[in-house]
């Protein structure tokens, strides 16, 4: 059986730039990593709030049913393809992105600790913290130059959608976590870290 790291933590914090670095030590018959960004319901399903303006950041966002369905087919061996999700950015053209199966798995999303039926499946749960403001600044030149929103509309994102979700149904778990990588400035231990935890996993299997 593959062995199951979920990563989470708040938007900005770095969970993403930690997955890439670690993407980028490993092959794929070594890792396999999933990422809950591409598991967002169509557009017209997002909940609108009360100006009109659909939430992305709600766990109901998220295809709980698919994510975790896929999940169990890596598990059982089975490779899964999906097309890519934009972000509603229409300058991006959407691909296909497929998952194989390997003896580490890790899951990277808003809600894996969130979700109870995918959080009891994980081996290792790892937490990725940075302070507030920080995470405003991240925010804003991820979406501006990725996702192409404006600025006004980004920080308003930030203050009525993200940060009401990251206090409601992330930071709680941070408890739970086995480990807690505080990215203020700089992750690159808790990566040497995790990268030699990964390599004596794959030596065990």
């Known amino acids: 059986m593959a062995y199951l790291i979920g990563i989470t933590g708040g938007s900005g914090s770095g969970k993403t730039s930690l997955i890439r670095d670690l993407h980028e030590r490993f092959g794929k018959s070594d890792l396999c990593i999933v990422s809950q960004d591409d598991y967002y319901r169509p557009r017209e399903e997002q909940i609108l709030d009360p100006k009109g303006i659909r939430n992305f950041d709600l766990p109901g966002s998220i295809d709980h049913q698919a994510f975790l369905k896929d999940i169990k087919r890596l598990l059982k061996g089975e490779t899964i393809t999906r097309q890519e999700y934009t972000f509603n950015n229409e300058k991006a053209k959407p691909g296909v992105v497929t998952f194989e199966p390997a003896p580490v798995i890790i899951l990277e999303g808003l809600f894996v600790f969130y979700l109870e039926d995918i959080c009891d499946l994980l081996n290792l749960k790892i937490f990725v913290h ?24 980004v920080l308003y994102r930030y203050e009525q959608h993200v940060l009401p979700t990251f206090e409601q149904y992330i930071l709680p778990f941070r408890e739970d976590a086995d480990i807690v990588i505080n990215n203020n400035h700089s992750y690159n231990a808790a990566l040497e870290m995790l990268s030699g935890f990964i390599r004596w996993q794959l030596r065990e299997n």
């Open 130 to 153: 940075a302070k507030e403001n920080l995470k405003v600044i991240r925010r804003i030149k991820r979406d501006q130059i990725e996702r192409n929103y404006p600025l006004e509309d």
